[in-house]
């Protein structure tokens, strides 16, 4: 078997990202969403979104590069090549763009093409993706919502309450300027842990960076410790990605001051060499790969490999096709607690799928059946939403 093609597909919408005044329901990268397609001569083929941004990616994928190794693009390395050995190739489509790579877009689409690999792998050998990464040892995962934090309380309240209804075991609210100004936060947990019964978990993602005012910036220490110093009067099930990534031994610090919180991070990093300093500097307490940026299946294996004692939960703030890959991941791990589901999709993310993931009565999220990972791409949707001329 051949890769005959890696056809990166750009969609257009006219959704922004955010809460918004009025709605129910936050909303994703509404504007702009990449898919990638890697064909092959037997007629498989394999698809993954990607998290990034994706007018830069697409000529990462499918452009013309340079002469030099280290300067070449995704699809002219690929071409021609044995996709069932997806290992392999991660290894040398990384020294391929190794000068303008290792991290980034280039990295995220790495991660695309990787995951494709991976799900024609499995439709090779006729059995799911969880089986050809190791064995499918459950067929259900507990979900959590993932959404972002609203303006008032009243509406966070409605927003945990809805999620309750829902029945999410657990709900996790993010970014939306938390960790700036203290007595706004106060109320609006306040709401929020109100509106949660206890047997529902609470996650909470403050981001790495806020917006204040007119003006983005990272938080100070002094302000990172009173963020803290709140979230541990409330405990959350854990906290996530505070922390600058350039900088993951702050982690470790703040541990000493708040040993009863738990730390989460993973989706600011890529390449099994970030995740090793989460683990041996950082210390954190649960890994979140985000298999649309980490450099994908492949490097989320290496992960699970190398930190066999921590929590893995994997970042999936996009489309089901992201759902997919992680249910699958996560469901051939030997021990795995939560599945991300995004309840914030946009018309972009949601009309990607054919048939959507849903949640059942008892709060889980049933990994996909079938060869590959068992989420069909509407190709409909993605033909009539596409800005580029990306055919297949």
């Given at each position: 078997m051949k890769i005959t093609s890696v056809?990166?597909?750009?969609?257009?919408?006219?959704e922004r990202y955010g809460?918004?005044?009025?709605?129910?329901?936050?909303?994703?990268?509404?504007?702009?969403?990449?898919?990638?397609?890697?064909?092959?001569?037997?007629?498989?083929?394999?698809?993954?979104?990607?998290?990034?941004?994706g007018p830069a990616a697409v000529p990462v994928l499918q452009g013309t590069g340079m002469s030099g190794l280290g300067f070449r693009t995704l699809a002219e390395e690929?071409?021609?090549?044995?996709?069932?050995?997806?290992?392999?190739?991660?290894?040398?489509?990384y020294l391929a763009t190794a000068y303008y790579g290792r991290r980034g877009v280039v990295m995220h689409a790495m991660s695309a093409v990787d995951n494709c690999l991976w799900s024609i792998r499995a439709q090779a050998a006729g059995v799911d993706l969880a089986t050809t990464l190791g064995g499918r040892r459950r067929d259900r995962l507990p979900a959590y919502a993932s959404t972002l934090f609203r303006k008032t309380p009243h509406d966070n309240a409605a927003a945990a309450a809805r999620y309750v209804d829902l029945g999410f075991r657990g709900v996790k609210f993010g970014w939306g300027g938390f960790g700036v100004d203290p007595a706004r936060?106060?109320?609006?947990l306040a709401a929020i842990t109100e509106a949660l019964p206890a047997d529902r978990a609470l996650m909470v993602d403050p981001g790495w960076y806020v917006h204040d005012g007119d003006r983005a910036r990272v938080r100070d220490r002094r302000q990172t410790?009173?963020?803290?110093?709140?979230?541990?009067?409330?405990?959350?099930?854990?906290?996530?990605?505070?922390v600058h990534p350039e900088t993951p031994?702050?982690?470790?610090?703040?541990?000493?001051?708040?040993?009863?919180?738990?730390?989460?991070?993973?989706?600011?990093?890529?390449?099994?060499?970030?995740?090793?300093?989460?683990?041996?500097?950082?210390?954190?307490?649960?890994?979140?790969?985000?298999?649309s940026?980490?450099?994908?299946?492949?490097?989320?294996?290496?992960?699970?490999?190398?930190?066999?004692?921590?929590?893995?939960v994997t970042h999936s703030w996009l489309t089901d096709l992201l759902h997919g890959y992680s249910l699958h991941f996560l469901a051939a791990l030997p021990a795995a607690t939560w599945v991300e589901f995004n309840v914030a999709q946009s018309v972009l993310s949601r009309?990607?799928?054919?048939?959507?993931?849903?949640?059942?009565?008892d709060g889980t999220v049933a990994v996909p059946a079938g060869p590959g990972i068992g989420v069909e791409v509407d190709e409909d949707f993605v033909r009539a939403r596409r800005l580029n001329d990306a055919d297949w």
């Open positions: 056809t990166p597909i750009l969609l257009g919408g006219d809460s918004h005044d009025g709605a129910a329901e936050a909303t994703d990268q509404g504007d702009r969403l990449l898919l990638v397609r890697v064909g092959t001569d037997e007629g498989l083929a394999g698809w993954s979104d990607v998290e990034t941004f690929l071409i021609g090549r044995d996709p069932l050995q997806p290992e392999r190739l991660w290894d040398e489509l936060d106060r109320d609006n410790e009173a963020m803290l110093a709140l979230l541990d009067e409330v405990r959350p099930y854990w906290v996530e990605d505070f031994r702050v982690y470790c610090e703040l541990k000493t001051e708040f040993p009863s919180l738990r730390f989460a991070a993973g989706e600011q990093q890529s390449t099994i060499w970030d995740f090793r300093r989460l683990v041996e500097e950082a210390g954190v307490d649960v890994l979140q790969p985000d298999l940026r980490c450099g994908g299946l492949t490097v989320a294996t290496q992960v699970a490999a190398a930190a066999p004692d921590r929590e893995i009309g990607v799928a054919r048939e959507h993931l849903r949640l059942d009565p």
